[in-house]
T-cell receptor, first 115, second 112 residues
Framework: NAGVTQTPKFQVLKTGQSMTLQCAQD?????MSWYRQDPGMGLRLIHY???????DQGEVPNGYNVSRSTTEDFPLRLLSAAPSQTSVYFC??????????????FGPGTRLTVT | GEDVEQSLFLSVREGDSSVINCTYT??????LYWYKQEPGAGLQLLTY?????DMKQDQRLTVLLNKKDKHLSLRIADTQTGDSAIYFC????????????FGKGTHLIIQP
C-alpha cells in the first residue's frame, strides 16, 4: 500500500491564482481530512469528509473548497490564493468503523508559498 | 470543545530519558495518540493508548495516562539524536467536526 499520497510536494503561486492540491489514499478509509500547519499554530483542520459525496467545514475553511467523488481521492482547491495561505498542507485519512482505534494516517505534505 | 496543551520545547542530553507532557480537557476522550514529525516530513503515528489503560510500553517508548488529571505523557528512554523531532499529542473524543484534536507540538532538542 502507498498509504496517503499528496501532490505536488512544493508549489509557488502568485496572489489571485487558483490551484488544486491532490490527495489520494489506497486504504479504503471512509474519513479524509485536510490540515494546514503554521509555525506555533499546530495543525488546523480545513475541511473533512466522512465518505464519498459528503464534506464539511473544519476550523479554517475560508478560501478553500473540497469535493469527494470517490473514496480514494480528496482534492483541496484554493480559489484565489492569498499570502495568508502560505503554509504546509497535510492530507490525512482514517477508518470510521466502530471497534477501531481511529488511527489517522498522514500524507507527506505540500509546501505552498503564495507571493 | 476539546483543548490539548503541550509545552513548545524540551531539551535533553543524548542518552537521558525524555518526558513530553500533554494535558487535555474532555474527560470523554477515548483514544490518545502521540505523533512524531521529523523536519520536512509528515506526521508519523508513534503509539496510542485507549482511555481504559494507564500505561502502554513499546520498546523505548512508554505512555502514561492519568485520567483523573487528564494528563498524558510520552517517555523516550535513552534518547538518541534521531529522536529530534516535533511530537504531537492528539486526542479523539468522537465529537466536534473532526473528533480529533491536536496539541501544538513539542520540539524535542537533543544536546550531545
Amino acid at each position: 500500500n502507498a498509504g496517503v499520497t499528496q501532490t505536488p510536494k512544493f508549489q509557488v503561486l502568485k496572489t489571485g491564482q487558483s490551484m488544486t492540491l491532490q490527495c489520494a489514499q489506497d486504504m479504503n478509509h471512509e474519513y479524509m481530512s485536510w490540515y494546514r500547519q503554521d509555525p506555533g499554530m499546530g495543525l488546523r483542520l480545513i475541511h473533512y469528509s466522512v465518505g464519498a459525496g459528503i464534506t464539511d467545514q473544519g476550523e479554517v475553511p475560508n478560501g478553500y473548497n473540497v469535493s469527494r467523488s470517490t473514496t480514494e481521492d480528496f482534492p483541496l482547491r484554493l480559489l484565489s490564493a492569498a499570502p495568508s495561505q502560505t503554509s504546509v498542507y497535510f492530507c490525512a485519512s482514517r477508518p470510521t468503523g466502530a471497534g477501531g482505534s481511529y488511527e489517522q494516517y498522514f500524507g507527506p505534505g505540500t509546501r505552498l508559498t503564495v507571493t | 470543545g476539546e483543548d490539548v496543551e503541550q509545552s513548545l520545547f524540551l531539551s535533553v542530553r543524548e542518552g537521558d530519558s525524555s518526558v513530553i507532557n500533554c494535558t487535555y480537557t474532555d474527560s470523554s476522550s477515548t483514544y490518545l495518540y502521540w505523533y512524531k514529525q521529523e523536519p520536512g516530513a509528515g506526521l508519523q503515528l508513534l503509539t496510542y493508548i485507549f482511555s481504559n489503560m494507564d500505561m502502554k510500553q513499546d520498546q523505548r517508548l512508554t505512555v502514561l495516562l492519568n485520567k483523573k488529571d487528564k494528563h498524558l505523557s510520552l517517555r523516550i528512554a535513552d534518547t538518541q539524536t534521531g529522536d529530534s523531532a516535533i511530537y504531537f499529542c492528539a486526542v479523539f473524543s468522537g465529537g466536534g467536526a473532526d473528533g480529533l484534536t491536536f496539541g501544538k507540538g513539542t520540539h524535542l532538542i537533543i544536546q550531545p
